[in-house]
């Protein structure tokens, strides 16, 4: 099973911050370094120093690792326009020497938009934006170099783009499509999605969704086979119980809660728990990151967890 480390800036991190975080996941020998991407805090935190926008960052990481894979779990189709996020994130990929991945998804977090001036749609209305937004980053990055790309959309109309620059990795960008949704979801991944994630959801929820996604992959006549399935879960791992505790204490959860709904507990704990969700048939865990400041963390789970999975 790929581990990667999933953190969450918008509760209070700087650039350097998710710099040296980053750089430990790269030396500690995880798979990738995924950020959120939020402009707002939630919960009971200060969020100092304030937000830090997603591809600005992925693209100074870029060029300050060089073997972890980078990307956003998830960019809400909201905060920007498909063309100019296209070009973003391909420039993103080209700085980085093909390394990035693009997770997108409908929006949902309502504060935020209004904190920071964002329109934020019904949630009909912001699928329909995610469907157009996904067809049209498809449609760019696949449009032959010297030939142009037109999209006939009610939000996102696209007139003889040249559609450029293109992706540098072989296949294009990967593009994660996730979440719970029981039919538009499932075949939004089925379509465009090279991966197909499920956040901080149970055993029995993390089978059903996957059911779904592998019959919508049947229904659009794609093998169920060739979608990467994942799952994302809070992560609290200490060598003991103290530490465990201590771990949690410090992100405000306690660790009974944890166990039952994260990858938490010692190492040994953790690893029955990331090869529960391999049985299910996840092949990659997000593993969601808090306490920034604690990189011995990271540490313990590649020492002690990553051979076990």
């Given at each position: 099973?790929d581990l990667r480390i999933f953190t969450e800036p918008q509760q209070g991190a700087s650039y350097d911050d998710l710099?040296?975080?980053?750089?430990?996941?790269?030396?500690?020998?995880?798979?990738?370094?995924?950020?959120?991407?939020?402009?707002?805090?939630?919960?009971?935190?200060?969020?100092?120093?304030?937000?830090?926008?997603?591809?600005?960052?992925?693209?100074?990481?870029?060029?300050?690792?060089?073997?972890?894979?980078?990307?956003?779990?998830?960019?809400?189709?909201?905060?920007?326009?498909?063309?100019?996020?296209?070009?973003?994130?391909?420039?993103?990929?080209?700085?980085?020497?093909?390394?990035?991945?693009?997770?997108?998804?409908?929006?949902?977090?309502?504060?935020?938009?209004?904190?920071?001036?964002?329109?934020?749609?019904?949630?009909?209305?912001?699928?329909?934006?995610?469907?157009?937004?996904?067809?049209?980053?498809?449609?760019?990055?696949?449009?032959?170099?010297?030939?142009?790309?037109?999209?006939?959309?009610?939000?996102?109309?696209?007139?003889?783009?040249?559609?450029?620059?293109?992706?540098?990795?072989?296949?294009?960008?990967?593009?994660?499509?996730?979440?719970?949704?029981?039919?538009?979801?499932?075949?939004?991944?089925?379509?465009?999605?090279?991966?197909?994630?499920?956040?901080?959801?149970?055993?029995?929820?993390?089978?059903?969704?996957?059911?779904?996604?592998?019959?919508?992959?049947?229904?659009?006549?794609?093998?169920?086979?060739?979608?990467?399935?994942?799952?994302?879960?809070?992560?609290?791992?200490?060598?003991?119980?103290?530490?465990?505790?201590?771990?949690?204490?410090?992100?405000?959860?306690q660790p009974d809660e944890l166990r039952e709904n994260g990858a938490a507990g010692t190492p040994e704990q953790v690893?029955?728990?990331?090869?529960?969700?391999?049985?299910?048939?996840?092949?990659?865990?997000?593993?969601?990151?808090?306490?920034?400041?604690?990189?011995?963390?990271?540490?313990?789970?590649?020492?002690?967890?990553?051979?076990?999975?």
């Amino acid at each position: 099973m790929d581990l990667r480390i999933f953190t969450e800036p918008q509760q209070g991190a700087s650039y350097d911050d998710l710099l040296a975080v980053a750089r430990t996941t790269e030396e500690a020998g995880f798979d990738a370094f995924f950020r959120s991407d939020h402009y707002l805090k939630m919960g009971d935190v200060s969020g100092d120093p304030g937000p830090t926008d997603a591809w600005i960052t992925l693209a100074g990481l870029a060029r300050d690792t060089s073997t972890i894979r980078l990307g956003t779990l998830v960019t809400a189709a909201t905060f920007r326009l498909p063309g100019p996020l296209a070009i973003s994130v391909a420039t993103v990929d080209a700085m980085s020497g093909g390394r990035v991945e693009l997770g997108l998804g409908s929006g949902w977090y309502d504060d935020e938009h209004h904190a920071y001036g964002i329109p934020f749609p019904p949630l009909g209305e912001r699928f329909d934006r995610l469907t157009e937004q996904l067809e049209v980053i498809s449609g760019l990055w696949s449009t032959p170099v010297g030939e142009t790309f037109t999209h006939q959309g009610d939000h996102y109309p696209v007139t003889d783009s040249p559609a450029l620059p293109k992706p540098v990795q072989d296949g294009g960008v990967p593009i994660i499509v996730g979440g719970g949704g029981p039919r538009r979801t499932p075949r939004l991944a089925a379509r465009f999605a090279a991966e197909f994630n499920l956040p901080f959801s149970s055993l029995d929820d993390t089978r059903a969704a996957f059911d779904r996604v592998r019959g919508a992959c049947e229904d659009a006549g794609r093998d169920p086979e060739t979608m990467t399935l994942s799952a994302a879960q809070v992560l609290c791992c200490g060598a003991d119980d103290a530490e465990v505790a201590r771990r949690a204490e410090a992100i405000g959860r306690q660790p009974d809660e944890l166990r039952e709904n994260g990858a938490a507990g010692t190492p040994e704990q953790v690893v029955e728990r990331l090869q529960a969700f391999a049985e299910l048939g996840a092949t990659r865990a997000y593993l969601q990151v808090l306490d920034l400041s604690d990189l011995d963390h990271l540490r313990l789970v590649a020492e002690e967890v990553m051979p076990h999975v």
